[in-house]
Every structure is written in structure tokens, then in C-alpha cells.
């Protein structure tokens, strides 16, 4: 009995040594989804801040000097073309004007004096009464007259048109601004603050300014010979308001700058948006958002990258299984999925979830689902 239990402790001995020396197992190989990058169509969104202005923002400003009798409008009031919003003391105009009448009627009294005298000398001349130079001093005393005529009218239609300047009239309709200026003070065209502005807003501006680089890649991606034909080919842009909501009708791009800003290195386009409502005013800010198109794009969903260091990777499978860590250019964004420059290629296999953990060479199981490729299973999304 006592040997087979000291055979028996000599066998569990060698047993446990022979466990200690073996090899642990490898870990299994995780099981994780794999698809293909293929190549298809999309759009992605750029956005740009912007300012707007009306289409037509005018100073209202005197063109005399006067005392303000009168502020005919209140602030943010609506206006039409032609309607008084200020009245200017009129009565030193109005005797400007009177006295311009006079100096017209005396004008008129002289001419016809002259050709009296003229009219005189005529016949006394032909019959040698008197020299003849006598005459021709009429006659250009006549002259003088007839010219000193369209010297008052033109006096008369200065003092008409100062006489005008007392009612300041609205040139566009729209909605004044702040009212500086109150009754009884003494305003100048040369006063350095406007009456008030006026702001034209049945359709509204909205400029933004693209970057060198995002200038050429704007020129490269529409269609045209010209800027001008490129931008026809522009689909429709949107507004992005301060609250985030995005304003109800598009836009259209329709004018860019002509160079660029020294100082910013960008150039100014600008986008008409119809303000029919008068939601918009000038002074307001938002965002342009466009639309780019791509033909032949790279998608990746952004579930199956990973950002280290300002850069952003995905776990790419070779034949053998095992998995690298590839960094990627992204160069914008459709929905949830980066659009790729470059680092990977259509055919390309990625692992799509679970990548946390992974680490560069490491072997792993791929399991792919019914949908194998990036583009369905993105439009299935």
C-alpha cells in the first residue's frame, strides 16, 4: 500500500513539471466585421461664415445746409420709393428761389430795353443820322442781356433744386436704421454720421470667402472655361442661420471677387438669397453651406477609424489576415463616413468595428456579412 502511494506522488511530481515547462496556448484570433473599399458618387457639406446685406444699403444724407424741422419715419419703419422721411427748414431756400425770379425778371426787362434801343438806331443808322458804332453797342448790349437771361434761369433752377433738398425722400424702398439725428438739429452734407441708412432687402447678400486652396479646388470641380460659366453650373446654396436652422429657400452663388485680400489670403463670393418676408436684414450673420459632388469617392464610416496624434487611421486586412495600421487623408464629410484622399484604395479591405484593441500586425479572423463592401454597407446606413 505504501509503495503505490509513493509511485502514485512520484507520478504527480513528473506531471507537474512537465505543466510547468509546456507552452501556454496562443489567444484565439478575435472575430471581427471586414469589408472592401469600392469607389461610388456623393456629395459632402462645406460651410463658410457669412455677412448680409441688403441689396441695396444706402446712408440717407442732406445735400444742404439746414435746421431739421421735421423726422417724418421711426426707426425700423418700412418706406417706400419717394416717400419724405425729413423735412429741412425751407424759408432761407424758398427766398434763394424768389430772389433768383427777381434777377430773371430784370434780366428779361433789360433784354427787351435793348432791343428797343437796337430797334432805335436801326433806321437812324441807314439814313446817317448816327455812326454806325453806336449800333453795334447796342447790339452787344443786347447780347450781354439775352446771356444775362440764361444766367438768372440757371440761378433760378439752382434755387428750385435747393428748395427740393428741404423734403430728403427715400431713393429705394426698405427699412431705416437708427434716426441720429433728432427735430430742430443742425444737419450738413458734410456732417461725418448719415440722417439714417436705408436698406433694400426684398433679396439679401450673403458674402463669405473661400482660402487659396479652397478657391482651386472650386475651380477644378465645377464645369466651365470661365468663373463665370463655372458659376451657372453651381447647384443651389443654403443659409444657415445663428439658431442653427437652416433658412427656408436656397441661394445662389453669383458674383466672385475679383482678387484676392492681401491681407487674409481669401477672395469674397457672394450668394443672392429672395428676402421676400423681410426675415432677413442687413447686419445678420450665418453660414453658407455648399454642396460638393464627387464622382469616384472613397468612403469610410467614421466607426472604423481611429484619431492618434491629429491623425486618423484604419486597420487595413492583408491575404494573411493580420491587420496594419494605415493612416488616411480625410478631405471632408458625408454623414457619418470620412471621404478619403488617400492611404487606401478601392478593394482595399478594412476592419469596420472593434478596432480599439487591435494592434499593428495582429491576426484576426474576418467575418463578413452579407453586404462585403464599404458602399453598401454605407447606403444601407
Known sequence: MKKVTLLSLIAIFFISCADKNATPPAPEAPKLPVAAITTESTTTDAEYPASIQGAIDVEIRPQISGNLDRVLVDEGAYVNKGQTLFKINERPFREQLNNALANLHAAEAALI???????????????????????KTAKATKK?????????KAMVASAKINLSYTNVTAPVSGYIGRLPKKQGSLVAATDVEPLTTLSDVHEVYAYFSLSETDF????????????????????????ILADNNAYPQNGKIDMVDGQFDKTTGAITLRATFPNANGTLRSGNTGRIRLEIEHNDAILVPQSATVEMQDKVFV??????????????TVIGKSGANYLIKDGVKSGDQIVLSGI?????????????????????LINKK
Open 113 to 135: 430795353n435793348a432791343q428797343l434801343e437796337v430797334d432805335k438806331l436801326t433806321p437812324l443808322v441807314q439814313n446817317k443820322v448816327v455812326s454806325e458804332y453806336q449800333l
Open 315 to 328: 486597420f487595413t486586412v492583408n491575404k494573411e489576415n493580420k491587420v496594419t495600421k494605415t493612416p488616411i
Open 356 to 376: 480599439d484593441k487591435l494592434q499593428e500586425g495582429q491576426l484576426i479572423k474576418p467575418e463578413k456579412s452579407k453586404n462585403t463592401k464599404i458602399a453598401q
Open 216 to 239: 482651386i479646388n472650386f475651380k477644378s470641380e465645377y464645369a466651365g472655361n470661365s468663373i463665370g460659366a463655372k458659376i451657372k453650373n453651381m447647384p443651389p446654396v443654403s443659409l
Open 144 to 152: 450781354i442781356a439775352a446771356a444775362n437771361i440764361e444766367q438768372a
